[in-house]
């Protein structure tokens, strides 16, 4: 039996039971589907390009290995952000962290790769005074967040970027819910302690 | 000790510019070739070594050069099978045209061949050849048939190696 010819209609676990039986589409579907979200957890902690994308790429040779392990009462998502997350942690234990540079990679070595290594913010879509200051203040915030320790930034992103309740956040970084409350709230405040002090 | 309980729930204060700043984040875009990267090594998993980290634009790089040379097998199995059938064309004509060999020879000597008789028209035509001093030319020919086989085999194992045909793809990576 084949999948459908259009795997990007079908859910997680669907595409998941395909992987398990062998079907590429389906492995290549899910790195699809999270390589965006994983990368920019990954970037975000590890602030650095070419380390995040070899940990992105870890973390997917991991789960496709490992999808046996996976619990399908479990969402895919949470698994993939754990372990993503796990990977983006050993990385920074093994290295001291590196403050961040939004024009790109500290330790470019041309313009070309600072130019790669650079975050390419989200599109505002908006009027070019609107994006102007929509990148002004995404630099400025992808900065702040560069400040923060590494269990604040997780949170900080998984609750505001991908947007998970606090219950899940504490499961998936296998933390007490008070904690990840408090990492939270110490997070916003010290975001806006960076906020106020870029703006004067 | 108050205190801490307070900790325990601390609301999300509002923030309009912070909320405006945090809700301006958004995924970040990774090179391209990330998915060939991860089934590669996935591939390389199942084939019991160990690859490293492969940069996602190499993978792609790879994969192009891999239809390049796929092409390029095609085309010259191609090229030296319509040589090598043009020369015995040339051979078979001249052959004909000054009477050293025969058509119905050669298909008398065929059907020898095919029947496993040595002695046939065939092996006439081609001591006839030879003592036309064609021999250098039979055994080019000759080579470059095995040539043009192996490249043909090779060109088509390329090309099924790159569909992973016959390859059963996850079960066995893990």
């Known amino acids: 039996m084949k999948p459908p010819s259009d795997l990007g209609t079908v859910s997680d676990q669907e595409v998941v039971e395909w992987a398990l039986k062998g079907n590429e589409r389906a492995c290549r579907e899910l790195v699809r589907r999270y390589e965006r979200p994983v990368f920019s957890l990954v970037f975000r902690m590890v602030r650095h390009r070419e380390r995040a994308e070899d940990l992105t790429q870890e973390t997917f040779v991991k789960a496709l290995n490992a999808l046996e392990s996976y619990r399908p009462d479990y969402k895919f998502s949470s698994w993939i952000f754990k372990i993503a997350n796990n990977a983006a942690i050993d990385h920074l234990r093994r290295k001291e962290l590196e403050t961040l540079s939004i024009d790109g990679a500290p330790d470019a070595d041309s313009a070309d790769t600072a130019r790669e290594s650079a975050l390419q913010l989200r599109d505002a879509g908006e009027s070019p005074l609107d994006e102007l200051e929509a990148r002004e203040l995404g630099s400025a915030i992808e900065r702040a967040i560069g400040q923060l320790r590494p269990e604040y930034r997780s949170c900080i992103i998984l609750r505001h970027v991908e947007g998970y309740p606090y219950e899940e956040i504490a499961e998936l970084l296998e933390l007490p819910l008070g904690t990840v409350k408090t990492y939270i709230h110490r997070a916003r405040n010290e975001l806006k302690q960076v906020l106020e002090s870029q703006d004067e | ?174």
């Open chain 2, 1 to 174: 000790m108050k205190v801490r309980s307070q900790n325990r729930n601390w609301p999300e204060e509002p923030d309009e510019r912070l909320d405006q700043a945090l809700a301006s984040l958004g995924h970040l875009v990774p090179s391209a070739g990330l998915g060939d990267a991860v089934m590669a090594r996935l591939r390389s998993l199942q084939a019991g070594t160990r690859v490293p980290i492969i940069r996602p634009a190499a993978a792609v790089v790879r994969r192009r050069w891999t239809w390049v040379l796929s092409g390029g097998y095609a085309l010259s199995s191609a090229a030296s099978l319509a040589l090598l059938a043009t020369f015995w064309t040339q051979v078979v004509q001249f052959g004909t045209a000054m009477g050293w060999v025969t058509l119905d020879g050669l298909a008398a000597g065929w059907h020898a061949v095919v029947e496993g008789v040595a002695n046939s028209a065939a092996t006439l035509a081609l001591q006839g050849l030879a003592s036309l001093e064609l021999l250098p030319l039979v055994a080019g020919a000759t080579a470059l048939a095995w040539l043009s086989m192996m490249i043909s085999a090779f060109g088509i194992y390329r090309i099924l190696a790159h569909y992973n045909v016959g390859r059963k793809q996850v079960h066995a990576i893990r």
